[in-house]
C-alpha cells in the first residue's frame, strides 16, 4: 500500500472545490445537478474553479439524466468550450438502447479531446456485458480510468465485482485505474486497498450536512487518512 491512492470528490462550486484542496484531494469532478446525478457544467463555473484551487479538474460531459449521448454535436461543441477554456481531463460515458457501449458516440467526443486524460464514468454499471464493454474501448485514446461502483446499486453490492476487475489488472481492457465511487463508505476502503486498488471517488460522503451544505473540509481529511491507511 506504498502507492499513494486518488482521491477524487464532486465539486459543484468554487466553494467545494476549495474546501475539497484544504482537507487532502487529489482531483475533483465537475458538475452541476446532482438531483439528476451529475451533469455538464457551466463554463463559467469550471473557470472560476480552475482560478481557484490547483488541483487536476475532471469535467463531466453529460448532457441530460441517463446514460445516452442524445445531440452528440451538441457534446462536441461544449468539449470544444471547455477545452478552449483550459479543461484537459474529462468525464463521460455513452450506453445505447440494449445497454451497449454506444461507440460511435463515445468516439466521436474522445476525438475531439485532444488525446485528453478521461475516465468511462458509471454508465459501466448499467451495461448489459462490462467485460464487452471494456474490451470495446480498449485503446481508446486518453482513457486511463473507470468510476464504477462494481453495480448499479452500489459498493455493497458490487464488491465482488469490484475485486474480480481487480485480479484482472494489466490484461486487455483492464489496464485503467478502478475509481470506486456510488455507495463508497469509509468500511469498504481497506478491503479495496488490500486488493490493489487506488482510486476512491465520494460525493455525498463529503457533505455531512447534505448536498445542500457543501463540501466539508473535515470530512474529505478523514477518506484522505483512511485512504493512506491510517
Given amino acids: 500500500m506504498s502507492k499513494r491512492a486518488v482521491l477524487e470528490v464532486i465539486a459543484l462550486d468554487v466553494e467545494d472545490a476549495v474546501a475539497a484542496q484544504a482537507g487532502g484531494a487529489d482531483r475533483l469532478e465537475l458538475v452541476t445537478d446532482m438531483a439528476a446525478d451529475g451533469l455538464t457544467p457551466p463554463v ?16 463531466m460531459l453529460r448532457p441530460a439524466d441517463g446514460f445516452t449521448a442524445d445531440d452528440v454535436e451538441r457534446l462536441v461543441r461544449t468539449a470544444g468550450e471547455l477545452r478552449a477554456a483550459g479543461a484537459d481531463e474529462f468525464v463521460l460515458g455513452f450506453l445505447d438502447a440494449d445497454g451497449g457501449v ?45 468510476l464504477t461502483a462494481g453495480s448499479a446499486s452500489g459498493v455493497d453490492a458490487g464488491l465482488p465485482t469490484l475485486l474480480a476487475e481487480a485480479r484482472r489488472r494489466g490484461e486487455p481492457g483492464y489496464e485503467q485505474r478502478l475509481l470506486v465511487g456510488g455507495g463508497l463508505r469509509l468500511d469498504h476502503v481497506p478491503v479495496l486497498r488490500a486488493a490493489g486498488i487506488d482510486g476512491f471517488h465520494i460525493g455525498g460522503a463529503a457533505r455531512p450536512g447534505g448536498w445542500e451544505r457543501g463540501v466539508s473540509a473535515e470530512a474529505v481529511a478523514e477518506w484522505r487518512r483512511v485512504v493512506d491507511g491510517g
Fill in 102 to 146: 454506444d461507440l460511435a458516440a463515445v468516439e466521436r467526443v474522445v476525438g475531439v479531446l485532444d488525446g485528453c486524460r478521461w475516465t468511462f464514468h458509471r454508465a459501466i454499471d448499467h451495461a448489459a456485458d462490462r467485460d464487452a464493454l471494456r474490451k470495446q474501448l480498449d485503446g481508446l485514446s486518453g482513457l486511463d480510468t473507470y
Fill in 44 to 59: 463559467g463555473t469550471f473557470a472560476g474553479i480552475r482560478a481557484a484551487v490547483d488541483l487536476a479538474l475532471r469535467v
